[in-house]
């Protein structure tokens, strides 16, 4: 008797076990994060000074309040079209990205400091154009990243890449080669991701977006060498479910460095 009680704890005790490792491995237990990316489009002169304010003294602050963060704002360095700034929101919910001006627009101190920008004339616009794209974290990097060079302020550069594909199946087929391996080997190489999403509404879907952090454009270019001779990415990259076709057809490739008021 004591013996069949033993083996049915034990076998309840394994039953348990296995349920919690499954959930814990389940990718609906592992909430994801979803992206507000905005992209302002500036000309030199007041434009800069007066979007970096609105950025440190009435954007960042109001979605502090809102309880979202860390908020990434960033200068591009390099890539097409200068100047541009970059706004990277992170949210729990679409609702709560799609909904942010509206929850802005409500926000009494927000309205205040924001004033000089939100309710910038035709006459001295505040900006040329915004672009924005709604993103949804990859399942296997449900969560955003900070460097901890973030903390410390310590020189640190961005690199932001989107990846498009030349159909949906060949998007999907991308994003699962970022799970089959190509997240372990980013890290493995130092490349420090930041994060990694799918682009759900935005500009020349279909696509995804990923931003990686560094020291310096050294250490860029000597963690993507690593990268490229890992004899895991070679094999990845050769794999005949990733190689059989041109998965990827235009890679848009921005170096940006964190404004003053960044938290990334």
């Not at 237990?29 to 000309?43: D, M």
């Not at 410390?152 to 994003?175: C, M, N, W």
């Not at 879907?205 to 490229?228: G, Q, S, V």
Request: with cysteine.
């Amino acid at each position: 008797m004591e013996r069949r009680h033993f083996l049915a704890a034990s076998l309840a005790a394994s039953a348990v076990a296995v349920t919690r490792d499954a959930v814990a491995q389940a990718p609906a237990a592992r909430t994801r994060e979803f992206y507000q990316l905005r992209r302002y489009s500036l000309q030199n002169g007041p434009q800069l000074k007066l979007t970096e304010s609105y950025f440190a003294d009435a954007l960042i602050p109001a979605l502090t309040r809102l309880g979202m963060g860390p908020v990434g704002a960033f200068r591009q360095e390099i890539g097409p079209e200068t100047p541009v700034f970059y706004a990277l929101i992170p949210g729990s919910s679409v609702e709560a990205l799609a909904q942010l001006d509206l929850r802005l627009g409500k926000d009494d101190e927000f309205l205040r400091v924001a004033a000089p920008f939100w309710n910038a004339t035709a006459a001295a616009p505040a900006y040329q154009r915004v672009e924005v794209s709604l993103l949804a974290a990859f399942e296997g990097w449900p969560k955003l990243t900070p460097p901890a060079s973030s903390a410390t302020k310590a020189k640190r550069i961005f690199q932001l890449r989107i990846y498009e594909s030349p159909s949906d199946g060949e998007h999907v087929r991308k994003v699962e080669m970022f799970h089959a391996g190509e997240f372990d080997i980013f890290v493995n190489a130092g490349c420090h991701p930041v994060f990694f999403a799918d682009s759900l509404i935005g500009p020349r879907l279909p696509n995804l977006t990923y931003m990686l952090t560094f020291a310096d454009i050294d250490e860029l270019n000597a963690k993507w060498d690593i990268f490229r001779n890992d004899p895991a990415w070679k094999k990845l990259s050769s794999n005949p479910r990733y190689a059989f076709d041109q998965i990827v057809t235009n890679i848009t490739n921005l170096v940006l460095s964190p404004l003053a008021c960044s938290q990334l």
